[in-house]
């Protein structure tokens, strides 16, 4: 059993960079894939970006491609999540989760969740 406790979000204006870091406390960690989803107000939660257990595929939301970033270090216990360029579009909360075996995928079924952390970016 793992869980997971998201840092990092904040208030940030246009173009500029926040690091979300998702804490995974657990003797298990690596052997479990982590994603970050988001959702903002009225709208449906949207996969950010993930990283398969073993660190070597990483997958994209269309809205992440090019600006966001994610990181897996096992010798922490923690996936980051780095984001530049940000547009007011990116605000919402953002969460982690995590998928045991899994290949980081959108696709998979995430079944352990964090609680989020709000990112808001201003105009």
């Known amino acids: 059993q793992v869980q997971l406790v998201e840092s990092g979000g904040g208030l940030v204006q246009t173009g500029g960079s926040l690091r979300l870091s998702c804490a995974v406390s657990?003797?298990?960690?690596?052997?479990?894939?982590v994603a970050w989803f988001r959702q903002a107000p009225g709208k449906e939660r949207e996969f950010v970006a993930g990283?398969?257990?073993?660190?070597?595929?990483?997958y994209y939301g269309n809205s992440a491609k090019g600006r966001f970033t994610i990181f897996r270090d096992n010798t922490k216990n923690s996936v980051d999540l780095q984001m530049d360029s940000l547009k007011p579009e990116d605000t919402a909360v953002y969460y982690c989760?995590?998928?045991?075996?899994?290949?980081?995928?959108?696709?998979?079924?995430?079944?352990?969740w964090g609680q989020g952390t709000q990112v808001t970016v201003s105009a």
């Open positions: 989760a995590a998928d045991r075996l899994g290949g980081g995928s959108p696709l998979r079924k995430y079944d352990r």
């Open positions: 657990g003797r298990t960690f690596s052997m479990y894939a």
């Open positions: 990283v398969s257990y073993g660190g070597g595929r990483t």
